[in-house]
């Protein structure tokens, strides 16, 4: 790729990341915005008056030990596709 054209896509990433943060500087969730679907469709469930009929197992003690084990749960999952894929990747290989 010639030099320009590669200026020109990363001020173009720049613009793409920084437009967000300056169009909602000062906004948070408590406003609506960055409001995941699982509160919106939580929201939704609990406004139609529903009770659930059965309570979790177990409740992680704090939101951060939810977000570790979050982040545990994907970095597995990203494990195994990666195994996978390199395995296959691998087979198409003249040794």
């Known amino acids: 790729?010639?030099?320009s054209t590669l200026i020109i896509l990363a001020v173009v990433c720049i613009v793409i990341f920084i437009a967000p943060l300056?169009?909602?500087s000062g906004h948070g969730e408590d406003d609506g915005y960055f409001g995941g679907a699982d509160d919106a469709a939580g929201e939704a469930v609990e406004s139609t008056g529903f009770e659930p009929w059965?309570?979790?197992i177990w409740e992680p003690p704090s939101g951060e030990?939810?977000?570790l084990l979050f982040a545990l749960q994907a970095a597995i999952g990203a494990i195994?596709?990666?195994y996978f894929f390199g395995y296959?990747?691998?087979q198409g290989k003249d040794e």
């Open 1 to 3: 790729m010639e030099r």
């Open 88 to 90: 296959w990747r691998g």
């Open 65 to 67: 030990i939810e977000s």
């Open 22 to 24: 300056v169009m909602f």
């Open 54 to 56: 059965f309570s979790s």
């Open 80 to 82: 195994i596709i990666g």
